[in-house]
C-alpha cells in the first residue's frame, strides 16, 4: 500500500506539472506540432509620376511551393501504408523504412514532375532539375534531422505563374500522394516596372530577403517578409510600402481527401499606401537617352549621372544613373550596378564652382562685375604655395580679362584673384550658406555628406592653400544632388530649396495627403544672382564661352534659342589618377526666368580632357528637350512625347496646335 501510494502520488504530482504548471508550454508545442500558419501576402504600394503614370505596380501570380519539412512528416505518415502493400511486416525497421523512404519520395517526385511537365508552361529540364533537388533536399534533411546537423533551405519553387486550369491539374496530382499539406499554391504579388531602367536608379528594386544556402548565419535574426524593397524609393519607404500580411490556421495532417482543413480566423493583407513622386516619367526618359548616348561618345569608368531640377520648388524632375539596370530582371547580386551616384559619389566638382566663387565675392562687395584682373600669361606662383595656379584656355591675347570673361573662359588664375580679394571668412561663410557643407536629406537612401575643408584651430582657411583650391573647386567635395541644388539657388534668385522626391502619399482607405515641401530661404541677394545668370549665359553664347562650340551644334540643329540658356563647365583632375578627370556641366532656362535646372557629372571619362566635351551637349539637348515637353519654350514645330516603349519621341506639330507659353511647370 506504501509503494502504491508514493507511485499514485508521483503520478499525481506528474500529472499537475504537466496539466497546470506547464499547460502553455505543452499546448504551444501541440500547435506547433499539429497547426500551420499559411502566410496571405499583402498587395505592395503603387509608385506613379506627378502626372499619375504608373512606375512600379503588382502583378498577381500564383507560385508551387514545396516544404520540405512537411514533405518528410508525410512521408512518415505514408511509410505504413508501403510497408502493408509490399508485405514488410516481419522486417527490421531499419531496413524498410529506409527503401520505403526512397520509394515514396522517388514515385511523388517522379509523378509531381510529369504533371509538371505535362501541364505548366515549364521547360521539362527545369522541371526535372527541381525534382531531383527537391528529392535530394529530402534526403539531405532526414539525415540532418537524425545527427542534429543544420537543416538545408526548407522551402522549394518548383514552379511560377500557374495558369487556373495548371492549378487544378496539380492539385489533383498532390491529392494523389496524400501529399498537399506539405505543398501549396501560393498567391502572390509580383513587381512589375513599366519603364524599365530609365527609372531604375530611384526606384530601386524588390528583391529576396533570404539569401540562397543554408546556413542559418544567411538569414535575418528578426522577423519579416522574404522580399524587401531594396535602394531607391522601394527601400526608403519600405514599411510604408509593403502593407501588412495577412494570415490562416490550418491542420498539417491532410484530410481524407488529401486537403488541408481551413479552422477559420483567416484575415486578408493590407495593402501598402501608394506614393506619387515628384519624377516626371518623360523626363526621365529623355534624360536617360541622352546619360546613354553620352556614355557611348566617351565611356565612363565609374559611371555617369544626372538631374533635372525644378529650380523654384526643388522637386526632382528626372534623375538617372547610367550604367544602369533593368528591376525588372529581379536583381540580386552584390556587385549588381544599384548605386544613386548622385546621390553617394561625393566629387571634385572643379570649374564649375566659379559663379559661386564670383557671387559670394560681388556680395560681400569686394569686386565689381566690371573690375579686371591680370592673369600673369595663365601661370601664378603664389607665395607659400608648392604648385602655381596655371589656366587650361588661356589665350595670349586677353591677359587682362572682366569677372564674366573670367567665368566664360573659365580662368583658374581670375577666380583665385577674385576669391582672394574677397577673403578667406566671405568665402568659407558664403558656401557654408550655400549648403556646401550639408546633405540635402532627400528621400532616399545612402546620401552621403559634403566637405568643406576643416578650420585650422578655429582660424581661417590657409590663403595659399586651401583658399586658392577651393575658388576653383579643389579640396571640396559636393554631392551631384547637392550641386544641383545649389545650381537652382542660382537660377531661382537666391533662395535655396532643398531637393525632394516624394510628392503625395494615397492611403488604402483613399485619403490623400501631400507631403509639404520646406520654406525656401534666401541665402543670395536676388541682384547677385540675376548678374551671375547673365554671367553663366556668356558660357554658352559667347564665342570663347568653353561650352560655346557644342551649343552652336545644337543651335543649329534647332534645338536651342540664343538667349535660352546658361550654365558653366567644370574639371577636376582625379587625385589618384592624374590622367583621368571628373567632368561636370550645369545649365538651367529659359532666360532671363529660369524653371528648370539640368547637372551631368561624369565620373572619369575615357577620352574626355574636359567637362564639357562629355557633359556641355547631351546636358543642353536635355533641357532643350524637357523643356519642349513641359511647353515652357517658345513656340516650336517639333514637340516631345513619351512612346510605346518608354522612349522620347520628337514630332512636328501643326502651327494651330501651338498654344502660349504657360506659367510655371504644369501640375
Same mark, same amino acid.
Given at each position: 500500500m506504501w509503494v502504491l501510494g508514493v507511485l499514485l502520488l508521483v503520478l499525481w504530482g506528474r500529472l499537475v506539472q504537466v496539466q497546470v504548471l506547464r499547460r502553455d508550454r505543452y499546448d504551444n508545442e501541440v500547435d506547433r506540432a499539429v497547426l500551420k500558419s499559411v502566410v496571405h501576402p499583402a498587395e505592395r504600394g503603387r509608385i506613379v509620376d506627378r502626372s499619375g503614370r504608373v512606375l512600379a505596380d503588382n502583378r498577381g501570380t500564383v507560385h508551387l511551393v514545396a516544404d520540405c519539412k512537411e514533405l518528410e512528416a508525410a512521408e512518415g505518415r505514408n511509410i505504413f501504408r508501403y510497408r502493408k502493400q509490399q508485405g514488410l511486416e516481419g522486417a527490421p525497421d531499419e531496413a524498410w523504412k529506409a527503401s520505403a523512404r526512397v520509394m515514396l519520395r522517388t514515385e511523388m517526385v517522379a509523378d509531381l514532375a510529369a504533371v509538371?511537365?505535362?501541364?505548366?508552361?515549364?521547360?521539362?529540364?527545369?522541371?526535372?532539375?527541381?525534382?531531383?533537388?527537391l528529392a535530394e533536399r529530402l534526403g539531405r534533411l532526414h539525415k540532418d534531422r537524425e545527427s542534429g546537423r543544420l537543416e538545408p533551405a526548407r522551402r522549394v519553387v518548383l514552379a511560377r505563374d500557374l495558369t487556373p486550369d495548371e492549378e487544378v491539374a496539380v492539385t489533383a496530382a498532390l491529392r494523389k500522394h496524400r501529399v498537399s499539406v506539405a505543398f501549396s499554391l501560393e498567391k502572390d504579388f509580383e513587381r512589375i516596372y513599366p519603364a524599365g531602367a530609365s527609372v531604375s536608379s530611384v526606384l530601386g528594386f524588390v528583391g529576396a530577403r533570404l539569401e540562397a544556402g543554408s546556413n542559418k548565419s544567411e538569414r535575418p535574426t528578426e522577423p519579416g517578409p522574404e522580399r524587401i524593397?531594396?535602394?531607391?524609393?522601394?527601400?526608403?519607404?519600405?514599411?510604408?510600402?509593403?502593407?501588412?500580411?495577412?494570415?490562416?490556421?490550418?491542420?498539417?495532417?491532410?484530410?481524407?481527401?488529401?486537403?488541408?482543413l481551413d479552422l477559420g480566423g483567416a484575415s486578408? @493583407?493590407?495593402?501598402?499606401?501608394?506614393?506619387?513622386?515628384?519624377?516626371?516619367?518623360?523626363?526621365?526618359?529623355i534624360l536617360h537617352e541622352q546619360l546613354l548616348r553620352a556614355n557611348r561618345e566617351f565611356p565612363c569608368e565609374h559611371g555617369i549621372t544626372g538631374i533635372v531640377l525644378s529650380a523654384k520648388t526643388g522637386e526632382v524632375l528626372a534623375m538617372d544613373t547610367v550604367p544602369s539596370f533593368d528591376p525588372n530582371a529581379r536583381p540580386g547580386e552584390k556587385n549588381h550596378p544599384v548605386t544613386n551616384k548622385a546621390l553617394v559619389n561625393p566629387y571634385e566638382p572643379g570649374s564649375a564652382i566659379k559663379p559661386f566663387t564670383i557671387a559670394a565675392a560681388l556680395e560681400a562687395g569686394a569686386v565689381h562685375v566690371n573690375d579686371t584682373f591680370a592673369l600673369h600669361n595663365g601661370v601664378w606662383s603664389i607665395p607659400g604655395r608648392r604648385k602655381p595656379i596655371k589656366d587650361s584656355h588661356f589665350d595670349s591675347?586677353?591677359?587682362?580679362?572682366?569677372?564674366?570673361?573670367?567665368?566664360?573662359?573659365?580662368?583658374?588664375?581670375?577666380?583665385?584673384?577674385?576669391?582672394?580679394?574677397? @577673403?578667406?571668412?566671405?568665402?568659407?561663410?558664403?558656401?557654408?550658406?550655400?549648403?556646401?557643407?550639408?546633405?540635402?536629406?532627400?528621400?532616399?537612401?545612402?546620401?552621403?555628406?559634403?566637405?568643406?575643408?576643416?578650420?585650422?584651430?578655429?582660424?581661417p582657411w590657409d590663403v595659399p592653400n586651401t583658399l586658392s583650391s577651393v575658388c576653383f573647386g579643389y579640396q571640396m567635395m559636393l554631392t551631384p544632388i547637392r550641386f544641383a541644388a545649389a545650381y537652382a539657388m542660382l537660377a531661382n534668385g537666391g533662395l535655396r530649396v532643398e531637393p525632394r522626391l516624394v510628392r503625395a502619399i494615397r492611403f488604402s482607405d483613399g485619403r490623400e495627403e501631400i507631403v509639404a515641401a520646406p520654406e525656401p530661404v534666401r541665402v543670395m541677394r536676388e541682384d547677385v544672382a540675376k548678374t551671375v545668370?547673365?554671367?553663366?549665359?556668356?558660357?554658352?553664347?559667347?564665342?570663347? @564661352?568653353?561650352?560655346?562650340k557644342r551649343a552652336e551644334s545644337l543651335r543649329q540643329a534647332g534645338y536651342l534659342e540664343v538667349d535660352t540658356f546658361a550654365g558653366k563647365t567644370g574639371s577636376a583632375v582625379v587625385p589618384s589618377r592624374p590622367d583621368r578627370i571628373n567632368g561636370t556641366f550645369a545649365c538651367f532656362g529659359p532666360m532671363p526666368d529660369?524653371?528648370?535646372?539640368?547637372?551631368?557629372?561624369?565620373?572619369?571619362?575615357?577620352?574626355?580632357?574636359f567637362g564639357g566635351d562629355i557633359c556641355a551637349q547631351p546636358a543642353l539637348e536635355t533641357l532643350a528637350l524637357c523643356l519642349r515637353a513641359l511647353g515652357l519654350t517658345s513656340p516650336s514645330p517639333r514637340r516631345v512625347r513619351l512612346g510605346d516603349d518608354g522612349n522620347p519621341v520628337i514630332e512636328p506639330v501643326p502651327i494651330e496646335a501651338e498654344g502660349n507659353k504657360p506659367e510655371g511647370l504644369p501640375n
Amino acid at each position: 500500500m506504501w509503494v502504491l501510494g508514493v507511485l499514485l502520488l508521483v503520478l499525481w504530482g506528474r500529472l499537475v506539472q504537466v496539466q497546470v504548471l506547464r499547460r502553455d508550454r505543452y499546448d504551444n508545442e501541440v500547435d506547433r506540432a499539429v497547426l500551420k500558419s499559411v502566410v496571405h501576402p499583402a498587395e505592395r504600394g503603387r509608385i506613379v509620376d506627378r502626372s499619375g503614370r504608373v512606375l512600379a505596380d503588382n502583378r498577381g501570380t500564383v507560385h508551387l511551393v514545396a516544404d520540405c519539412k512537411e514533405l518528410e512528416a508525410a512521408e512518415g505518415r505514408n511509410i505504413f501504408r508501403y510497408r502493408k502493400q509490399q508485405g514488410l511486416e516481419g522486417a527490421p525497421d531499419e531496413a524498410w523504412k529506409a527503401s520505403a523512404r526512397v520509394m515514396l519520395r522517388t514515385e511523388m517526385v517522379a509523378d509531381l514532375a510529369a504533371v509538371l511537365q505535362g501541364t505548366v508552361g515549364v521547360n521539362s529540364g527545369s522541371v526535372a532539375a527541381r525534382a531531383r533537388d527537391l528529392a535530394e533536399r529530402l534526403g539531405r534533411l532526414h539525415k540532418d534531422r537524425e545527427s542534429g546537423r543544420l537543416e538545408p533551405a526548407r522551402r522549394v519553387v518548383l514552379a511560377r505563374d500557374l495558369t487556373p486550369d495548371e492549378e487544378v491539374a496539380v492539385t489533383a496530382a498532390l491529392r494523389k500522394h496524400r501529399v498537399s499539406v506539405a505543398f501549396s499554391l501560393e498567391k502572390d504579388f509580383e513587381r512589375i516596372y513599366p519603364a524599365g531602367a530609365s527609372v531604375s536608379s530611384v526606384l530601386g528594386f524588390v528583391g529576396a530577403r533570404l539569401e540562397a544556402g543554408s546556413n542559418k548565419s544567411e538569414r535575418p535574426t528578426e522577423p519579416g517578409p522574404e522580399r524587401i524593397g531594396r535602394g531607391g524609393i522601394e527601400g526608403k519607404l519600405e514599411p510604408w510600402l509593403r502593407g501588412a500580411e495577412g494570415k490562416e490556421i490550418v491542420l498539417r495532417a491532410p484530410t481524407a481527401r488529401g486537403g488541408a482543413l481551413d479552422l477559420g480566423g483567416a484575415s486578408e @493583407g493590407t495593402s501598402g499606401i501608394d506614393c506619387t513622386l515628384t519624377i516626371d516619367a518623360t523626363l526621365n526618359a529623355i534624360l536617360h537617352e541622352q546619360l546613354l548616348r553620352a556614355n557611348r561618345e566617351f565611356p565612363c569608368e565609374h559611371g555617369i549621372t544626372g538631374i533635372v531640377l525644378s529650380a523654384k520648388t526643388g522637386e526632382v524632375l528626372a534623375m538617372d544613373t547610367v550604367p544602369s539596370f533593368d528591376p525588372n530582371a529581379r536583381p540580386g547580386e552584390k556587385n549588381h550596378p544599384v548605386t544613386n551616384k548622385a546621390l553617394v559619389n561625393p566629387y571634385e566638382p572643379g570649374s564649375a564652382i566659379k559663379p559661386f566663387t564670383i557671387a559670394a565675392a560681388l556680395e560681400a562687395g569686394a569686386v565689381h562685375v566690371n573690375d579686371t584682373f591680370a592673369l600673369h600669361n595663365g601661370v601664378w606662383s603664389i607665395p607659400g604655395r608648392r604648385k602655381p595656379i596655371k589656366d587650361s584656355h588661356f589665350d595670349s591675347a586677353h591677359n587682362v580679362q572682366s569677372v564674366g570673361e573670367i567665368l566664360a573662359r573659365s580662368s583658374n588664375v581670375g577666380a583665385v584673384k577674385i576669391g582672394h580679394r574677397a @577673403g578667406s571668412e566671405v568665402i568659407e561663410e558664403s558656401f557654408r550658406r550655400y549648403g556646401f557643407h550639408d546633405s540635402c536629406g532627400i528621400d532616399l537612401p545612402g546620401e552621403a555628406r559634403p566637405r568643406l575643408p576643416r578650420r585650422d584651430r578655429g582660424r581661417p582657411w590657409d590663403v595659399p592653400n586651401t583658399l586658392s583650391s577651393v575658388c576653383f573647386g579643389y579640396q571640396m567635395m559636393l554631392t551631384p544632388i547637392r550641386f544641383a541644388a545649389a545650381y537652382a539657388m542660382l537660377a531661382n534668385g537666391g533662395l535655396r530649396v532643398e531637393p525632394r522626391l516624394v510628392r503625395a502619399i494615397r492611403f488604402s482607405d483613399g485619403r490623400e495627403e501631400i507631403v509639404a515641401a520646406p520654406e525656401p530661404v534666401r541665402v543670395m541677394r536676388e541682384d547677385v544672382a540675376k548678374t551671375v545668370q547673365r554671367l553663366c549665359h556668356g558660357v554658352v553664347t559667347e564665342e570663347y @564661352g568653353t561650352a560655346y562650340k557644342r551649343a552652336e551644334s545644337l543651335r543649329q540643329a534647332g534645338y536651342l534659342e540664343v538667349d535660352t540658356f546658361a550654365g558653366k563647365t567644370g574639371s577636376a583632375v582625379v587625385p589618384s589618377r592624374p590622367d583621368r578627370i571628373n567632368g561636370t556641366f550645369a545649365c538651367f532656362g529659359p532666360m532671363p526666368d529660369p524653371e528648370i535646372v539640368v547637372l551631368f557629372v561624369a565620373f572619369e571619362p575615357k577620352g574626355a580632357r574636359f567637362g564639357g566635351d562629355i557633359c556641355a551637349q547631351p546636358a543642353l539637348e536635355t533641357l532643350a528637350l524637357c523643356l519642349r515637353a513641359l511647353g515652357l519654350t517658345s513656340p516650336s514645330p517639333r514637340r516631345v512625347r513619351l512612346g510605346d516603349d518608354g522612349n522620347p519621341v520628337i514630332e512636328p506639330v501643326p502651327i494651330e496646335a501651338e498654344g502660349n507659353k504657360p506659367e510655371g511647370l504644369p501640375n
